[in-house]
């Protein structure tokens, strides 16, 4: 059986989503969600700090073309890897910026390969001091199995998310029995939440949760960067509350 979802052409190519902060959408990569293999998207943010130096989100694949537009940009500084799902080619980036540091979320140097250059400087934690505190917020969501650190770029007014939200546009989905999936798992846009079975692993925490997402709607986000699916560029407030509906967030 045939699971499809488009990647968000062009790749490995900068796109400005406001000030001072860009994605780059990568490959599909085969996701396995229960008895099936779906392929997902993904997707990077760089962020501009005051001082030129360029903080790297959930990073893609390290190619010619994007290294060239990245250098254009200033000195890669910080890569950053938000949950343990999202760390896999921080190695390349390493090895190309052997001067950057790297962060991780609690959890992920349980996954990462030390042979694939993978190596981590500092864990980011709830109220760890980092370089670009006053630029860049953050907070960490644990769980029982994967905890994800999510990120505020003041400037642009963007919230930052990997897996804890996922958003699918129905166009880019393709087959009768992915469109179920996805929608089963509770990601299909406009209503776009964490899956379903990432949920279960905050059983007994949400109240953690609740508390970590009204810090993150305490920083009154206008715009939402998400790993996998459509960002939010409008009603952002409005969109994080539904999504966090299954953690008790209630409407405003």
């Known amino acids: 059986m045939a699971w499809q979802i488009d990647a968000y052409e062009p790749l490995y190519e900068l796109k400005p989503f406001g000030p001072d902060i860009w ?7 085969d996701f396995k969600a229960g008895i099936v293999t779906v392929p997902y998207p993904t997707r990077m943010t760089i962020v501009r700090l005051k001082d030129g130096k360029l903080w790297l989100h959930s990073p893609v694949p390290l190619t010619d073309k994007l290294k060239a537009q990245v250098d254009a940009l200033g000195e890669v500084a910080y890569l950053i890897a938000p ?17 950057a540091q790297s962060f991780a979320a609690p959890r992920v140097e349980e996954r990462s390969w030390p042979e694939k ?18 630029e860049i917020a953050f907070c960490v ?67 953690h949760v609740r508390a970590e997402v009204q810090k993150m709607l305490s920083w009154k986000p206008e715009k939402i960067i998400l790993a996998h699916g459509a960002c939010i ?5 409005s969109f994080l509350r539904c999504s966090f509906r299954w953690a008790g967030i209630k409407s405003a």
């Not at 500092?122 to 980092?130: H, K």
């Open 117 to 134: 250059g993978v190596r981590f400087d500092r864990e980011l934690t709830n109220g760890a001091d980092t370089p670009w505190a006053g």
């Open 141 to 207: 969501v644990e769980g029982h199995v994967l905890s994800e650190a999510v990120f505020f770029h003041a400037a642009s007014r963007t919230l930052i998310v990997t897996d804890l939200i996922e958003n699918f546009e129905p166009e880019k989905v393709h087959g009768f029995w992915t469109h179920l999936l996805l929608r089963l798992t509770g990601i299909m846009a406009p209503n776009g939440a964490a899956p379903r079975d990432l949920r279960a692993t905050f059983f007994g925490r949400k109240a």
């Open 233 to 237: 560029e409008s009603g952002a407030l």
């Open 23 to 29: 994605l780059a959408d990568g490959p599909l990569i």
């Open 83 to 99: 949950n343990k799902i999202h760390y896999w080619w921080i190695g390349d980036w390493m090895a190309a910026y052997p001067g």
